[in-house]
């Protein structure tokens, strides 16, 4: 039975190191590495991260700041455009978790991401944007 007991161990150490990470992840500050890594599997389809660059979406260089539906070239939709907010980082964490919710109407064809964490992270690298 001793041959069995080894990866119990090694699974309860795991679950514990992810408990206390998971306990102290919301009081940290984001992790702008892992937020990069989340823009390139998530938004880099349609947004770049260099200043001027538009694609599908966009450009999101300076955007954690800026005004909705102000970045120049870009033909927005009415309801980004008219939207009258700013992005602040608040803001930007409701809008990634639910963009239809905060801008009615947006043409942004992304459902959401839903993992808070990841939202934090990817936040705290579009603040590295400018
Ligand atoms: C499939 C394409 C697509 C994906 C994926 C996508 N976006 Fe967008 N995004 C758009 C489009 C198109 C718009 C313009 C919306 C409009 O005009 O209604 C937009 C608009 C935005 C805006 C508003 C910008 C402004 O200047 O007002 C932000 C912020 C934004 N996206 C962030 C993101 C982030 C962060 C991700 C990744 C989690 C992402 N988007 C994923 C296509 C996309």
């Known amino acids: 039975m001793s041959c069995f007991r ?4 090694l699974a309860a150490v795991a679950m514990a190191l992810i408990g206390a990470a998971g306990g102290v992840g919301a009081a940290h500050a984001a992790d702008a590495a892992a937020g990069k890594q989340v ?3 998530q938004c880099a389809i349609c947004h770049s ?3 001027g ?3 599908i979406g966009p450009s999101l260089f300076g955007v954690v700041g800026r005004h909705t539906g102000s970045e120049k070239g870009y033909d927005y ?3 980004n455009k008219n939207a009258n907010l700013v ?3 608040d803001v930007l964490d409701k809008y990634l978790a639910n963009p239809q919710k905060v801008v009615p109407g947006t043409k942004m ?3 959401g ?5 990841k939202r934090q992270n990817l936040i705290g690298f579009l603040e590295t944007l400018k």
């Open 6 to 9: 080894f990866p119990v161990v």
């Open 39 to 41: 823009f390139h599997s």
């Open 49 to 51: 991260d260099k200043a």
């Open 53 to 55: 660059v538009n694609k």
């Open 77 to 79: 939709s009415v309801a």
């Open 87 to 89: 992005w602040t980082p």
């Open 109 to 111: 064809p992304y459902g």
């Open 113 to 117: 991401l839903h993992n808070a964490t």
